[in-house]
T-cell receptor, first 115, second 112 residues
Framework: GNSVTQMEGPVTLSEEAFLTINCTYT??????LFWYVQYPGEGLQLLLK?????DKGSNKGFEATYRKETTSFHLEKGSVQVSDSAVYFC??????????????FGKGTLLTVNP | EAQVTQNPRYLITVTGKKLTVTCSQN?????MSWYRQDPGLGLRQIYY???????DKGDVPEGYKVSRKEKRNFPLILESPSPNQTSLYFC???????????FGQGTRLTVV
């Protein structure tokens, strides 16, 4: 079946540091890939997405590139802010193989950014 | 404003007392689903629905029921809640298979 593996953290950084959260996946075919963010006490919000190989998703200074050859979708940001403190989830959604196009999530990575 | 609305946000109940968590979306999405979030386990799908009157089990359906009588609503029913159903629950909807899902704010359920 499909699976997503991401570094679990927690990750603690100082403001303006570089962020990488690794995400690799196992899936048949060519899934769509997503990063979701969950701020304290809130639901999940889509951060960025990529629907085919070599696509780069970007939003709010975050980027991730869909790498089919390494089955990866690592999240990066050049300079984090305190307001980026949250839990980040990598997820995939199959584009074929049945009617349940469910999201398969990684376990989440807690990021804390200190001033 | 596009949104998925869940109610209640917080609920404490006793073992065996039936409860319903409501979910409503205003985006005319066909696909809706329920997830539960537990520490160390991430989010796991409970049930999903492809459209009105079409529902099916996800990964962890035991102890839950759903219905989809209208396109906008997808309630989650716990007929006889047990303490192992204490969790954070999220409803989500999406328009198409490759589209990202919109999530509700979550319902924190405690069963004592």
């Amino acid at each position: 079946g499909n699976s997503v593996t991401q570094m679990e953290g927690p990750v603690t950084l100082s403001e303006e540091a570089f962020l990488t959260i690794n995400c690799t996946y196992t899936a048949t075919g060519y899934p769509s890939l997503f990063w979701y963010v969950q701020y304290p006490g809130e639901g999940l919000q889509l951060l960025l997405k990529a629907t085919k190989a070599d696509d780069k998703g970007s939003n709010k200074g975050f980027e991730a590139t869909y790498r089919k050859e390494t089955t990866s979708f690592h999240l990066e940001k050049g300079s984090v802010q305190v307001s980026d403190s949250a839990v980040y989830f990598c997820a995939l959604k199959p584009n074929s193989g049945g009617s349940n196009y469910k999201l398969t999530f990684g376990k989440g990575t807690l990021l804390t950014v200190n001033p | 404003e596009a949104q998925v609305t869940q109610n209640p946000r917080y609920l404490i109940t006793v073992t065996g007392k039936k409860l319903t968590v409501t979910c409503s979306q205003n985006m005319n999405h066909e696909y809706m689903s329920w997830y539960r979030q537990d520490p160390g386990l991430g989010l796991r799908q409970i049930y999903y629905s492809m459209n009105v009157e079409v529902t099916d089990k996800g990964d962890v359906p035991e102890g839950y029921k759903v219905s989809r009588k209208e396109k906008r609503n997808f309630p989650l029913i716990l007929e006889s809640p047990s303490p192992n159903q204490t969790s954070l629950y999220f409803c989500a909807s999406s328009a198409q298979r490759v589209e990202a899902a919109f999530f509700g704010q979550g319902t924190r359920l405690t069963v004592v």
